[in-house]
């Protein structure tokens, strides 16, 4: 079956389906609906809202860049944290490091690029003082206070 025989009625019991469902049940619901043949464009970024949403109430966002800018020096503008140290942080926090990096991007406390169409979290930078070496970061803008919404107007 796919979307363009999906009728009405089929649609509105599948959004039944998905509404009720608990979401830890939910990869199963998705992988039936797979193996039926039904392809359901944005599941992935329906999970990935969900668990943000979650995971942004768990976030005191001014508490959590505090920390993990704590005794750093920014460059050009921003802390440069390596992506395996951001993740190691989080994991610390009992926090996804993907939902937490997504939701720093919508307060645009941190640099993202864009790259074939999707929205990257982490940047590449070249460092020339590092053996002139490519390395990623999480790269969280120094004036983050001035960015996040609610937070304090001064640094």
């Known amino acids: 079956m796919d979307r363009e025989n999906l009728d009405l009625k089929t649609a509105i019991q599948i959004a039944k389906i998905v509404v009720t469902v608990p979401e830890e049940r939910m990869p199963i619901i998705w992988d039936i609906f797979k193996q039926a043949g039904l392809d ?39 802390y440069r944290i390596a992506v395996g140290d951001f ?8 926090l996804s490091p993907r ?6 991007a919508e307060l645009e406390a941190i640099r993202t690029v864009k790259s074939n169409g999707k929205i990257d979290y982490t940047c ?5 003082e590092k053996n002139a070496s490519f390395h990623r970061y999480v790269c969280i803008y120094s004036d983050w206070k001035r960015r996040i919404k609610g937070g304090a107007a001064d640094d």
């Open 40 to 78: 359901i464009g944005g599941v992935d970024e329906m999970a990935e809202w969900k668990a943000l949403t979650k995971q942004a109430f768990l976030i005191d966002t001014e508490k959590f860049l505090a920390g993990i800018t704590a005794g750093k020096e920014p460059v050009n503008g921003e």
């Open 99 to 104: 939902c937490t990096r997504k939701h720093l």
């Open 124 to 128: 590449t930078v070249y460092e020339a």
């Open 87 to 94: 993740n190691e942080y989080c994991t610390k926090q009992k």
